[in-house]
C-alpha cells in the first residue's frame, strides 16, 4: 500500500503485571514520543488451553505451546484486528523493544521507500534464530548471528550504529518485537492465523524443526504476503530468557 509520511500510529503490547517493562520502554523511547496505545496485553497464566481449543482458537498441536506464547499470539491478533478496525496502518511494540536513538528519523524515509501493496513491515528479528531473505531476485540468503543472545547494552549500541538501512523481502524469521502492519495485511493474517497450530520452521540447509510460538507459524505465511524486513535493524526485542514472559 502506499505509505504517507508520517510515522502510523504506535500500539505497545504490555501486561498489566509487568508495569516496570512499560515504563522503561516509555524512557526509551523519549520525551520527544508523541504519545502511543497500550494494548492490554493477554496474560497466558490466565488462560485455559482446553478451552482455547472448544473454541476453535487453537488446534490440538498448540496445546503444547507455554502459556505465555498463548498469551502472546492473542495480543499480536487483538493488535492487529485494532489496525483493521482503524484502517490505517499501525506500528506494534512489545514492551521489551530496544530502538535505534534515531528510529523515528530513520523510519519516515523507509516507509517511503516501502515497496508498493505491502503487507508487514518486520523492523527486527531475533537474533538467536536465522533470518532468511531475499537478498535479489531469485537469490535467498540465509543467517545466523554470533552471540546469539547479546545483553541489552550491546544491543542497543548496535541499533546505535550508523548505516543506511533497506527493505528484502522476507522469508523466515523470528520476533516480533517490532513492525509496521498495513490494514490489508492484518485481515490477511487474522484470516489465517485461527486456529492456532504448530507448524515446521523450513530453512534450506538448515535442520526443520517446530517452533510453539505465533511467531513460529507466521514463517510458514511470510513468503505468501508482501513481507519486508529492515536491515540493519531498527527495534530489537531483548530476548532476556531470564526474564521471559512467554517461556511459561
Not at 531483548?238 to 521471559?244: G, L, R, T
Request: glycine fraction near 6%; include cysteine.
Amino acid at each position: 500500500m502506499a505509505t504517507e509520511a508520517l510515522t502510523p500510529d504506535i500500539a505497545v503490547i504490555s501486561l498489566p503485571r509487568s508495569v516496570e517493562r512499560l515504563m522503561a520502554l516509555r524512557q526509551r523511547l523519549g520525551a520527544a514520543d508523541p504519545g502511543f496505545t497500550v494494548i492490554k496485553g493477554v496474560d497466558g497464566l490466565q488462560l485455559d488451553p482446553q478451552d482455547l481449543r472448544s473454541r476453535g482458537l487453537l488446534e490440538t498441536s498448540a496445546l503444547s505451546w507455554p502459556r505465555g506464547q498463548l498469551g502472546c499470539a492473542l495480543s499480536h491478533l487483538r493488535c492487529l484486528l485494532r489496525c483493521l478496525r482503524k484502517n490505517q496502518p499501525l506500528m506494534i511494540l512489545e514492551d521489551d523493544a530496544l530502538l535505534a536513538p534515531d528510529w523515528r528519523t530513520r523510519l519516515q524515509p523507509l516507509l517511503l521507500e516501502a515497496p508498493r501493496d505491502w503487507d508487514l513491515l518486520l523492523l527486527g528479528w531475533n537474533l538467536d534464530s536465522c533470518l532468511q531473505l531475499e537478498w535479489s531476485e531469485g537469490i535467498t540468503l540465509s543467517a545466523l548471528c554470533q552471540p546469539r543472545l547479546p545483553p541489552a547494552a550491546q544491543l542497543q549500541a548496535a541499533l546505535a550504529s550508523p548505516g543506511s538501512h533497506r527493505w528484502y523481502r522476507l522469508h523466515k524469521a523470528l520476533g516480533l518485537a517490532g513492525y509496521v502492519v498495513s490494514p490489508a495485511g492484518a485481515a490477511r493474517i487474522l484470516s489465517w492465523a485461527l486456529p492456532l497450530r504448530t507448524l515446521p520452521i523450513t530453512v534450506p540447509e538448515l535442520p526443520e524443526r517446530d517452533c510453539f510460538s505465533f511467531d513460529g507459524q507466521l514463517n510458514s505465511l511470510y513468503p505468501k504476503l508482501s513481507t519486508w524486513v529492515c536491515v540493519p535493524p531498527l527495534v530489537l526485542g531483548a530476548n532476556d530468557k531470564q526474564a521471559s514472559l512467554t517461556a511459561t
